[in-house]
T-cell receptor, first 115, second 115 residues
Framework: AQKVTQAQTEISVVEKEDVTLDCVYE???????LFWYKQPPSGELVFLIR????DEQNEISGRYSWNFQKSTSSFNFTITASQVVDSAVYFC????????????WGAGTKLIIKP | DTGVSQNPRHKITKRGQNVTFRCDPI?????LYWYRQTLGQGPEFLTY????????KSRLLSDRFSAERPKGSFSTLEIQRTEQGDSAMYLC?????????????FGPGTRLTVL
């Protein structure tokens, strides 16, 4: 069974629209970490955020916000007022104590922002 | 620039040739990871080091692949007798284990094309 599911393969929106990328995870650990990375066309994986399992407080960073809900095992990512430069593939990842903190990756969501 | 660096950025080789990639982690990061990523997929874990010790290898890492981190700083990944199926992006990441900030930072990757 997939441990990290990003059900949206590709999303296309027009610039300035808000967009939410979904991430659902599965783990039996009580201590774990969740991550979002951005991969622009250049290929480099850029770290966006890390959240530990004991901190359900939502976070906002500029136009980016993250909604962590343990009750639904979700860690969704919202971009407000999207821009063309946000176009990239976004990966959600999980690391668990039981897996020695190896990153378990979702399949990624390709986000296309049209001008 | 104090981020993770990788060289070369691109490598084109003929089937059967050997190739070697280098990764320089963030200074003082004791853990170093190698991943492989093919088009449209998330990164696949290959191996990781804690200092100079190679602690885990994926079953994806065939006998033709070898990685070293001789002095606990930079690492090399060698592929012998390359095959067309080896064509992929090879990503390196580093992190400082033992701290609460369990985040891997990635380099720009080496894109390998085997003709």
């Amino acid at each position: 069974a997939q441990k990290v599911t990003q059900a949206q393969t590709e999303i296309s929106v027009v610039e300035k629209e808000d967009v939410t990328l979904d991430c659902v995870y599965e783990t039996r650990d009580t201590t774990y970490y969740l991550f979002w990375y951005k991969q622009p066309p250049s290929g480099e994986l850029v770290f966006l955020i890390r959240r530990n399992s004991f901190d359900e407080q939502n976070e906002i960073s500029g136009r980016y916000s993250w909604n962590f809900q343990k009750s639904t095992s979700s860690f969704n990512f919202t971009i407000t007022a999207s821009q063309v430069v946000d176009s990239a593939v976004y990966f959600c990842a999980l690391s668990e104590v039981s897996s020695n903190y190896q990153l378990i990756w979702g399949a990624g969501t390709k986000l296309i922002i049209k001008p | 620039d104090t981020g993770v660096s990788q060289n070369p950025r691109h490598k084109i080789t003929k089937r059967g040739q050997n190739v070697t990639f280098r990764c320089d982690p963030i200074s003082e990061h004791n853990r170093l990871y190698w991943y492989r990523q093919t088009l449209g997929q998330g990164p696949e874990f290959l191996t990781y080091f804690q200092n100079e010790a190679q602690l885990e290898k994926s079953r994806l890492l065939s006998d033709r692949f070898s990685a070293e981190r001789p002095k606990g700083s930079f690492s090399t990944l060698e592929i012998q007798r390359t095959e067309q199926g080896d064509s992929a992006m090879y990503l390196c990441a580093s992190r400082l284990a033992g701290r609460s900030t369990d985040t891997q930072y990635f380099g720009p990757g080496t894109r390998l094309t085997v003709l």
